[in-house]
């Protein structure tokens, strides 16, 4: 069932130059989870962080850090952002040959796991999977950017999701992540999202507004 709407930032957003003062005052402003984008400038065309920043942040919320691996092959990086952290690994079916497998090998490491359906991507990619993942991530733009806008065409798959996870009765949160200002926030909870990953709307305009922006996001 539709669970009361989480938020989690995007850090993709934050100041890089002060990036563990920016996930301490995120957290204080009410995040629920934090979000790492991780991109390799090929399964992405865009470079972003690797589990060497991810354990240095570690120390700056306890808040669950909720892992976006945009990294082709992820199979031999799952141990090291495991061991730097994390503790939801999403990752995209196109990123590795044996999707199943690595969801239980991110299982195995005693991590959440979640899978990440690009815009093309059916909603069948997770027929064979529901009790293998404990996330959903529905991307609402193409991966590898900040600040992009809202594809409404999403809108009908967040709803197709929501339905099956409530008929499959599991945990599974429907997480989505792209274009996400509170406008859209609203059309995302409407269609059955219950956690919603915001960059630029989080991170706007400084410390100061970040409390107000999740709490206009929720
Ligand atoms: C895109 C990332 C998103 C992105 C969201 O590839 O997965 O998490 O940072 O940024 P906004 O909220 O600015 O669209
Ligand atoms: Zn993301």
């Known amino acids: 069932m539709q669970k009361p709407t989480r938020i989690s930032p995007s850090i993709l957003s934050a100041d890089f130059a002060r990036l563990g003062e920016e996930v301490r005052a995120i957290d204080e402003a009410g995040a629920d989870y934090i979000h790492i984008d991780v991109m390799d400038g090929h399964f992405v065309p865009n470079l972003t962080i690797g589990p060497d920043v991810v354990t240095a942040l570690r120390p700056y919320s306890e808040k669950p850090f909720d892992v976006h691996l945009m990294i082709s092959p ?9 061991a730097a952290g994390a503790d939801i690994i999403t990752i995209h079916p196109e990123a590795g040959p044996h999707l199943h497998r690595t969801l239980q090998t991110i299982r195995q490491l005693g991590k959440k796991a979640g899978v990440a359906l690009n815009p093309a ?9 529901m009790d293998d993942i404990d996330l959903i991530l529905v991307m609402t733009v193409n991966p590898g950017f900040g600040g992009q806008s809202f594809i409404e ?5 967040i709803a197709a999701l929501r339905k099956k996870i409530d008929i499959s009765g599991r945990d599974i949160d429907l997480e989505v992540d792209g274009g996400i200002v509170p406008a859209t926030a609203k059309k995302a909870i409407a269609a059955g999202a219950d956690v919603l990953v915001a960059g630029t709307a989080s991170f706007k305009d400084g410390p100061d507004n970040y409390a107000a922006n999740i709490a206009n996001l929720r």
């Open 153 to 157: 065409s999403q809108l009908g798959k």
């Open 74 to 82: 992820v199979d031999p990086f799952l141990e090291a952002f495991a």
């Open 121 to 129: 991507t059916p909603v069948e990619a997770v027929d064979y999977i």
